[in-house]
């Protein structure tokens, strides 16, 4: 039983609540009460009402979820957002982005970059991102500043990148980071290797070591094309997959970001070593990468999380509309309808995605002490009529322009539609001029 003496900050009764956990669940005509931050009760509306609360929120027409959680992105990359489009990967890589970053990428790039998507992810319901660029230091303080969750990745190639001369610089700077937001309430480091083809064994093998002493995450874009699998069987004489299970890189703590082919003996490695799939099928699209077989490896018991990518290749960080597209695209793929339901689509946006980061403790339901990171979807709108089933209705036919209220660890980052903590003007103007400058019509 709550403790009635006790006050509440926060009381919010939805006409919908969703905690994800349990699962496929509704509740109607309850409530979620918050105190410091934290999520201590969820119950009927009349037992809600008896409790003492600082304010009291009335959510009509409104389903309550836990906040989405963007498993993959660049943040930053928001700025590089249609600069080239309509090209395969590599060439889209050698040719445009990487000359692109080397000419482009600074302090204040990312700090710019990553606060335009911080905003754009907020306006679009989502409470935890996953990063992965460059000056990791500057894209934290841009977390820790907006109020919002994320984990930042540590980038790491063999070869010079911005911030970082070498892989064993990065690295360091990684520990470091890794360090200073130890106890951050709201803000994971885990190390980034970019790609087994960026990454030779020697470095794999020290980020594995220095993971595995600070209890860190492993974040890697693998298996993103046939061709990358290709390659290395080639040139290597193994998968990439493999290859990482040789050199002892798998395990609950890794993320594999696409994983579009998936052969008998890569999905044996990855429930045997309960490692994490993300998921980025508008990017696989675009650049026509394959397709990751999301029910096989739900069926499997694999955990399967889903991310937009950067805005360089997508070009949205839309993680409401990402995951619309991976539940039609999952049916596609297994030949069946009833393939990655509205329910399981929303527990892979939300749940999944914590589990997969390694923070499935703190947030990704709605879960008496968790967390509350939550998002207040408005289906009031005649497109979203009649409601039959509003996590259907939420998958199926609703925007990101109907998110209408979110919080992030009890704080409300957004007001019926606007940012209470970003200044959304400001963004715009910094980006236009920042898109001015890249696009060579004034002088840098
Ligand atoms: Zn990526």
């Known amino acids: 039983m709550p403790n009635t003496a006790a006050a509440l900050d926060l009381l919010l009764l939805p006409t919908w609540l969703v905690p994800v956990e349990p699962a496929g669940v509704v509740l109607k005509e309850h409530g979620v009460g918050i105190r410091d931050g934290r999520i201590v009760f969820i119950g009927p509306r009349s037992a809600a009402l008896k409790l003492n609360a600082t304010e009291i929120r009335e959510l009509p027409d409104m389903l309550l979820s836990p906040g989405l959680i963007n498993a993959h992105g660049h943040a930053a990359m928001t700025l590089f957002r249609g600069l080239a489009d309509d090209l395969p990967l590599m060439t889209w890589l050698e040719n445009h982005i990487w000359p692109a970053e080397a000419k482009w990428?600074?302090?204040?790039?990312?700090?710019?970059?990553?606060?335009?998507?911080?905003?754009?992810?907020?306006?679009?319901?989502?409470?935890?991102?996953?990063?992965?660029?460059?000056?990791?230091?500057?894209?934290?303080?841009?977390?820790?500043?907006?109020?919002?969750r994320a984990q930042i990745a540590i980038p790491i190639l063999d070869f010079p990148i911005p911030g970082?001369?070498?892989?064993?610089?990065?690295?360091?700077?990684?520990?470091?980071?890794?360090?200073?937001?130890?106890?951050?309430?709201?803000?994971?480091?885990?190390?980034?290797?970019?790609?087994?083809?960026?990454?030779?064994?020697?470095?794999?093998?020290?980020i594995r070591m220095i993971a595995e002493e600070l209890d860190a995450s492993i974040h890697m874009h693998v298996h993103e094309t046939a061709f990358e699998v290709q390659q290395s069987v080639?040139?290597?004489?193994?998968?990439?997959?493999?290859?990482?299970?040789?050199?002892?890189?798998?395990?609950?703590?890794?993320?594999?970001?696409?994983?579009?082919?998936?052969?008998?003996?890569?999905?044996?490695?990855?429930?045997?070593?309960?490692?994490?799939?993300?998921?980025?099928?508008?990017?696989?699209?675009?650049?026509?990468?394959?397709?990751?077989?999301?029910?096989?490896?739900?069926?499997?018991?694999?955990?399967?999380?889903?991310?937009?990518?950067?805005?360089?290749?997508?070009?949205?960080?839309?993680?409401?509309?990402?995951?619309?597209?991976?539940?039609?695209?999952?049916?596609?793929?297994?030949?069946?309808?009833?393939?990655?339901?509205?329910h399981r689509a929303l527990r892979m946006a939300t749940l999944?995605?914590?589990?997969?980061?390694?923070?499935?403790?703190?947030?990704?339901?709605?879960?008496?002490?968790?967390?509350?990171?939550?998002?207040?979807?408005?289906?009031?709108?005649l497109a979203q009529q009649p409601v039959y089933d509003p996590v259907s209705q939420l998958i199926y036919a609703t925007g990101r322009d109907c998110v209408k209220h979110l919080?992030?660890?009890?704080?409300?980052?957004?007001?019926?539609?606007?940012?209470?903590?970003?200044?959304?003007?400001?963004?715009?103007?910094?980006a236009r001029a920042w898109g001015q400058r890249i696009s060579g019509r004034t002088e840098s």
């Open 407 to 430: 919080w992030v660890a009890g704080k409300q980052l957004l007001d019926d539609r606007r940012l209470t903590r970003l200044d959304e003007q400001q963004l715009g103007t910094v």
């Open 352 to 381: 999944n995605g914590a589990r997969a980061l390694g923070i499935e403790a703190e947030t990704g339901s709605l879960e008496i002490g968790k967390a509350a990171d939550m998002v207040a979807f408005d289906l009031s709108g």
């Open 105 to 148: 990428v600074d302090e204040d790039f990312v700090r710019d970059g990553t606060d335009l998507a911080i905003a754009e992810q907020i306006k679009g319901g989502i409470t935890c991102f996953s990063d992965m660029y460059f000056f990791p230091k500057i894209a934290s303080e841009r977390v820790h500043n907006s109020g919002i």
């Open 164 to 206: 970082a001369g070498t892989a064993d610089e990065a690295i360091r700077q990684g520990v470091e980071l890794f360090g200073d937001f130890k106890h951050h309430e709201r803000i994971k480091i885990t190390f980034g290797p970019h790609a087994p083809y960026t990454v030779g064994d020697e470095n794999l093998e020290k």
């Open 234 to 342: 080639e040139q290597r004489g193994e998968r990439p997959l493999a290859r990482l299970a040789r050199l002892g890189l798998l395990g609950p703590r890794f993320q594999a970001v696409h994983m579009t082919q998936i052969s008998e003996e890569d999905l044996a490695l990855l429930v045997e070593s309960n490692s994490s799939v993300i998921h980025c099928p508008e990017s696989n699209l675009k650049l026509a990468s394959g397709f990751c077989p999301v029910e096989r490896l739900w069926q499997a018991g694999v955990n399967v999380a889903v991310g937009t990518d950067g805005a360089a290749s997508n070009n949205d960080l839309d993680l409401l509309g990402e995951t619309r597209t991976a539940a039609l695209l999952a049916k596609a793929v297994a030949g069946s309808a009833t393939a990655l339901d509205a």
